[in-house]
Structure formats: C-alpha cells, structure tokens
T-cell receptor
Framework: SAVISQKPSRDICQRGTSLTIQCQVDSQVTMMFWYRQQPGQSLTLIATANQGSEATYESGFVIDKFPISRPNLTFSTLTVSNMSPEDSSIYLC?????????FGPGTRLTVL | QKEVEQDPGPLSVPEGAIVSLNCTYSNSAFQYFMWYRQYSRKGPELLMYTYSSGNKEDGRFTAQVDKSSKYISLFIRDSQPSDSATYLCAMTGGSQGNLIFGKGTKLSVKP
C-alpha cells in the first residue's frame, strides 16, 4: 500500500494567480497521477508524472496551464497557473501499487 | 455518449438494506473494473476490482461485471451508516493510469 499526503488541503485564491500543490508518497513509486474532480463530474486525469521525464498530459490539459514537477520517486507538484473561477475544483494525486491506485486526500481550490 | 455512465443519486436507504449501485459503459475494450469509495473530504479508496466478466465477493460487498451488456454492479448487504459515502466506478482497458471514472453515486444509510 501507499500513504499519500497533499499540501495544501484547501486554498482560496484570486484570479490570475498561481498555486502549487505538493504530493508526497511514503514509498518510491514509478508513476504518479494528477486528477481533477469538479462538482458533479467524474474524476478526470490531468497528467501522468514519471520521474526523470516530462509529464504526459491528457487531451484538454496543457503544460503551460498545469506545469508538473517530479524531482524524485516520492514527490510531485502540480501548479495551476493564471487561475480563473473555472479552475475551482478538487485536485488529487495518486500512485499505483500493482493494480491498486492510492489517492491523496485532495486539495480543494476555490478561485474568486 | 459518455464512456461511463453512473447515476449520481443521491440514494438514501435504511440501515440493513441491500444496496445496488450500477454503471454502464460503451467501450468494449475495458477489461478491468473497479469500485472506489470516497468519504467526504477524503480521497477515493479502492473497494474491489474485477477482471473481465463475473462476480467477486468480499464480505458484505459483491461486484458483478456483465461485459455482454456493458454493465457493472456493486451490491452492499446489511448496509451500515458507515457505508455512507460516494461510490465511484472506474474501468480501464489495461493501462493502469488510464482509469475512466463514473461521476459517483452518493449513498446515505440512515440508522
């Protein structure tokens, strides 16, 4: 299993600013994932972050808006850049062990 | 048509009831089917996963997959107030990262 923590747990931000979300895993993992969970919507994969390579973004998500870092096998960050109210959502990171994917508690972001 | 359809509810049942949660999907390439439980202000946690068609039982929980109908179910027997949560179905064709989630069904079990 893997225990995942995220910081911050929640934040309220002004439009046009950026927020960096941190994700820490208690064991080394090859892949980490970043998801967005909007109210009433499915969890949507933003990108896959592998250590030592560029993140792979899903359709509809771009690096300029959601830059990701993966400096080592236990840590990743997601930045939400130039925020607008439409970016208000819960952002979750996850990491797989075998077929089980473990999720962090999420970061609840509100953009005013 | 969305790839995975799940009734968001909310679903309210009395304690002890049998709960049936369902998802339909359109992509015949899906092979792995999962159910996640998400408590309020927490991340999803994996309840059960099933490969291909068939049933899988774990305590009070039973997962069923009918690939011919593209329909999956999660049954909860003897439901408890602690089962109150949002249940998300998820599926993939084989790539661990490429999970496609349903919207989740919010369940409330009343004492």
């Amino acid at each position: 299993s893997a225990v995942i923590s995220q910081k911050p747990s929640r934040d309220i931000c002004q439009r046009g600013t950026s927020l960096t979300i941190q994700c820490q895993v208690d064991s080394q993992v090859t892949m980490m994932f970043w998801y967005r969970q909007q109210p009433g919507q499915s969890l949507t994969l933003i990108a896959t972050a592998n250590q030592g390579s560029e993140a792979t973004y899903e359709s509809g998500f771009v690096i300029d808006k959601f830059p990701i870092s993966r400096p080592n096998l236990t840590f990743s960050t997601l930045t939400v850049s130039n925020m607008s109210p439409e970016d208000s959502s819960i952002y979750l990171c996850s990491a797989p062990t075998g077929w089980e994917q473990f999720f962090g508690p999420g970061t609840r972001l509100t953009v005013l | 048509q969305k790839e995975v359809e799940q009734d968001p509810g909310p679903l309210s049942v009395p304690e002890g009831a049998i709960v049936s949660l369902n998802c339909t999907y359109s992509n015949s390439a899906f092979q792995y089917f999962m159910w996640y439980r998400q408590y309020s202000r927490k991340g999803p946690e994996l309840l059960m996963y099933t490969y291909s068609s068939g049933n899988k039982e774990d305590g009070r929980f039973t997962a069923q997959v009918d690939k011919s109908s593209k329909y999956i179910s999660l049954f909860i027997r003897d439901s408890q107030p602690s089962d109150s949560a949002t249940y998300l179905c998820a599926m993939t064709g084989g790539s661990q990262g490429n999970l496609i989630f349903g919207k989740g069904t919010k369940l409330s079990v009343k004492p």
